[in-house]
């Protein structure tokens, strides 16, 4: 896959995207029409590559120069640090609006890097924040204006890649470990919770309804 050569040739890397959506998050209108056990292998491969991100033993960083929504922040929270030009890029965890909970893994990085109480005021409100706002929260860790993210991104992750490879890889397993052995505990379990709630009647529907607005 991409992330083993990654692992292999590389010492860092930067997750980019496009100046309207760093990503628009999952594609309802495709998943919407998928049965339950489609659904449960797609949430087998989104969970892996989530976990993969985050686990990734050389230095990650997210530049956000648009929204950044749902899925979108969840990829944010893999990375390492998190940089976000000003203006109109929100980012946010919104599951609960559309009736579903925020994935396990998802919840557990955001209560590692904001802290429990913010984690959970932003994953009841399901609000889209700011930029000013989320670097008030700490849900990011640097704003730049666009004109200087890439290349301000791009001397962070230089700057640890520098670094001794296997102190960094050590020290960053330090920080992953204890959040991956509670999701690799508890994500059956968590998922067939998830896939419950994705699935009944009223909930399916207002995923359409969201579907419909993509």
């Known amino acids: 896959s991409t992330l083993i050569e990654i692992k292999k040739n590389y010492r860092g890397c930067v997750l980019t995207g496009g100046t309207k959506f760093f990503s628009i998050g999952l594609n309802l209108p495709e998943l919407v029409g998928f049965d ?3 659904m449960n292998r797609f949430w087998d491969t989104f969970d892996q590559a989530i976990l993969d991100l985050y686990t990734l ?3 990650l960083a997210a530049t956000i120069t648009g929204h950044a929504v749902a899925g979108g ?3 944010a929270l893999s990375a390492d640090y998190r940089l976000i030009a000003p203006g109109r890029n929100f980012m946010g965890l919104n599951e609960i609006n559309i009736g579903v909970p925020v994935p396990y893994l998802a ?3 955001l209560r590692q890097i904001v802290g429990d109480r913010v984690a959970t005021d932003l994953s009841y409100r399901g609000e889209m924040l700011p930029p000013e706002k989320a670097l008030e929260v700490r849900l990011v860790d ?5 004109e200087t993210i890439e290349e301000r991104t791009i001397e962070l992750i230089s700057h640890f890649a520098e670094k ?3 102190a960094f890889r050590l020290i960053k397993q330090n920080r992953t470990e204890a959040i991956r052995s509670m999701f690799e505990e508890n994500r059956a379990k968590r ?3 998830m896939l419950s709630c994705w699935f009944e009647p009223s909930v399916h529907r207002l995923l359409e309804i969201a579907a419909e607005k993509f």
Request: with cysteine; hydrophobic share 25%; charged share 45%.
């Open 36 to 38: 339950r056990e489609e």
């Open 57 to 59: 033993p050389i230095p």
């Open 73 to 75: 922040t969840i990829l």
């Open 107 to 109: 919840d557990l990085m």
């Open 142 to 146: 640097e704003m730049c204006s666009e």
């Open 164 to 166: 001794p490879h296997d």
């Open 191 to 193: 998922k067939e919770d």
